[in-house]
């Protein structure tokens, strides 16, 4: 796709070059740049995730950022509580696993239908892990 975009920007960039419009060149050699960088910050960030794993023993939550850093948090199911903030209009806000005096937010980055459906089918495993 990039390449396409190269070779539109540069026909159209060659056909105001010879009409004397110069200038204009170097906007479309702009537009290139700013496309590749679009596209590469969205390649980073889809390097990112998370894992959740909740078996009877352990509610395991494990965050990769896209830099390839992971955090990985541990609740006992047992003591775990699934909080979710919703608006009226947008849907699901914010979602985390709380115990004791630790916090762990989760499915940040989902879409709203996928926020749902991921809160639905979480709070029926922990409530699974609770009754054994």
């Known amino acids: 796709m990039m390449a396409g975009f190269c070779i539109v920007s540069l026909v159209t960039g060659s056909l105001f070059l010879m009409n004397g419009a110069w200038p204009v060149v170097g906007f479309f050699g702009l537009d290139v740049l700013v496309l590749w960088w679009a596209f ?3 390649y980073r960030a889809a ?3 998370e894992e959740v ?3 009877r023993t352990d509610c395991a939550i494990r965050k990769t950022s896209p830099k390839g850093i992971v955090r990985e948090a ?3 199911p047992f003591f775990a509580h699934f909080h979710v903030s919703r608006h009226e209009e947008i849907g699901i806000t ?5 115990s004791r005096n630790v916090s762990t937010e989760i499915g940040s980055f989902l879409n709203p ?3 749902d459906s991921f809160a639905e089918a979480f709070r029926r495993a922990l409530i ?3 009754r054994g």
């Open 53 to 55: 794993c909740v078996t």
């Open 113 to 115: 239908d996928d926020k």
């Open 40 to 42: 590469s910050a969205n």
């Open 94 to 98: 914010r979602m985390s696993v709380d």
């Open 47 to 49: 390097k990112a995730r």
């Open 74 to 76: 541990h609740h006992n």
């Open 128 to 130: 699974t892990a609770k």
